[in-house]
């Protein structure tokens, strides 16, 4: 008879997880607490507008490309992916932004119009880059973390110095100009923590920005959600919606199932694709791996305060993915992680997937997306969130140029707040934990529990990180652990 398995959430990679459970042979049953599937990668849908809630770029498609060739699949046959051009703009000043085009070849001369000499000098930096993702992305983080001996190969020894230097120290040695500078250590910040606190190896970022480019599967980010439903469900996966888990039931030493909405669901395996300080709380106390004082100590990624606006006509210039980087960096790094509190002057990112996209807003109207990056764990209040909707609005019109703000026909927000209450999230933190050094691979929360048999974790707060290609890689990383040790 087959073992079965239940799966807590239904984010990327407890879906990429139920997929390959479900081909190795389990009996697959995904437990979901919202109406819809996708955790933090659902959708808003308002007025004839179409929103990503949570995930808006679409980088490492070869990542994509193999988990869906796992199973002698494509995402073409799901969904179609256009390639952007330009793939984004920073804006540093009122009309003053620098546009990354879809090739090296034209991002180069975008640099060398900036810095002369510069040009040289980003073709060697995206050519280590190229050789580090090549490692990391295409071996490393496939290594489930359980040994350190598993980043101990011939290629990441000759890079042994990388993990003792840090992305903001090799990039300002070779760069002087400041717009340059803070395009190089922009891809970083998926990571979840500062460019100076991130390894140099982590450098693959800029390759998967430069060298391999910015995509948009048509319909937006949740078509691959969709994508991979459809998948779990040819594979023989039930998912189940608007089941919240109130326990995992542990019986010497074994997890044996769940407790939902009062129900108890028997299962030889649970996984959990919640948050994972989270699905912890659900364990008794001496069932548990790590204390409340371990998470306090740990490295978060940043919280988000987002905006879905609907705009009742077309913004001009501004590309489908937009970064406002007119203040200061530092100042609004050390409101994140030194001595968190809302920061006065923040950088901020805007979306117009409506762009490129003639699906996501009616006719002649755009849709917007704004994040401001805040430290998890700090107040969120309405007003708070109607105060820097105005700051961001108000240095929008005055960087791009133009009136927009009696152009909006409504907004909507998520903030601290919602992602504690929609994905149980700890401190109500966005992307899980930062990949600094002291939280890398097997020094992150593990992938199988040390103190129930048969209970497992997988997504962003455990192997390899945070971000949706490392999320479904984790998928991958635990059910293959399921089958080592159940098999």
Request: aromatic share 14%; hydrophobic share 35%.
């Amino acid at each position: 008879m087959k073992k079965s398995v239940i799966i807590i959430g239904s984010g990327f990679s407890s879906l990429a997880a139920s997929c390959y459970l479900a081909k190795y042979g389990y009996n697959v049953t995904i437990f979901e607490k919202n109406q819809t599937i996708g955790g933090r990668a659902r959708q808003l849908i308002k007025d004839g507008f179409t929103f990503d809630i949570g995930p808006t770029w679409y980088w490492m498609p070869d990542v994509f490309e193999r988990f869906f060739s796992d199973f002698d699949k494509s995402p073409s046959l799901y969904y179609t992916l256009e390639k952007l051009n330009p793939a984004y703009s920073v804006y540093f000043g009122k009309d003053d932004y620098i546009t990354i085009e879809d090739t090296l070849e034209k991002i180069a001369l975008a640099f060398e119009k900036e810095e002369k000499g510069s040009s040289k000098k980003l073709n060697t930096f995206i050519e280590k880059a190229k050789s580090n993702y090549d490692i990391a992305i295409k071996d490393l983080v496939y290594n489930p973390g359980v040994s350190p001996l598993e980043l101990v190969t011939p290629a990441t020894i000759k890079k042994l110095n990388q993990f003792f230097s840090n992305i903001k120290k090799d990039v300002r040695k070779e760069f002087k100009n400041d717009k340059l500078v803070k395009i190089l250590e922009f891809p970083v910040l998926f990571l979840g923590a500062k460019p100076s606190d991130t390894p140099s190896f982590y450098s693959f970022m800029n390759y998967a920005d430069f060298g391999l480019g910015t995509f948009h599967p048509k319909k937006g980010m949740y078509q691959v959600i969709l994508a991979l439903e459809s998948l779990a469900k040819e594979l023989g996966v039930t998912i189940k919606t608007n089941v919240s888990v109130e326990k995992i039931i542990v019986e010497n030493g074994k997890s044996t199932g769940i407790i939902s909405n009062g129900e108890t669901f028997k299962s030889d395996i649970v996984v959990s694709g919640a948050d994972y300080h989270h699905t912890e709380t659900l364990l008794d106390k001496n069932h548990r791996q790590y204390s409340e004082n371990y998470w306090a100590k740990k490295t978060f990624a940043p919280s988000s305060l987002l905006f879905y606006v609907g705009f009742d006509k077309k913004l001009i210039n501004v590309n489908h993915h937009t970064l406002f980087f007119d203040v200061d960096f530092d100042v609004h790094a050390e409101a994140i992680y030194d001595n968190p509190k809302w920061p006065e002057n923040p950088l901020f990112y805007a979306s117009f997937p409506s762009k490129t996209d003639e699906d996501v807003a009616p006719e002649g109207k755009e849709a917007g997306i704004f994040l401001i990056p805040l430290a998890p764990g700090i107040e969120d209040t309405p007003e708070l969130r109607d105060t820097y909707f105005e700051k961001i609005m108000t240095r929008f019109e005055a960087l791009t140029s133009q009136k927009i703000k009696n152009h909006i026909i409504f907004k909507e927000s998520f903030c601290i707040n919602d992602f504690i209450k929609d994905y149980n999230s700890y401190k109500g933190n966005a992307y899980g934990m930062a990949n600094t050094l002291t939280q890398t691979a097997f020094l992150r929360p593990k992938l199988k529990s040390k103190k129930v048999e048969n209970l497992y974790f997988t997504g962003q707060l455990t192997v390899p990180g945070p971000g949706v290609p490392p999320s479904l890689i984790s998928g991958k990383l635990v059910a293959d652990l399921v089958l080592k040790h159940n098999s």
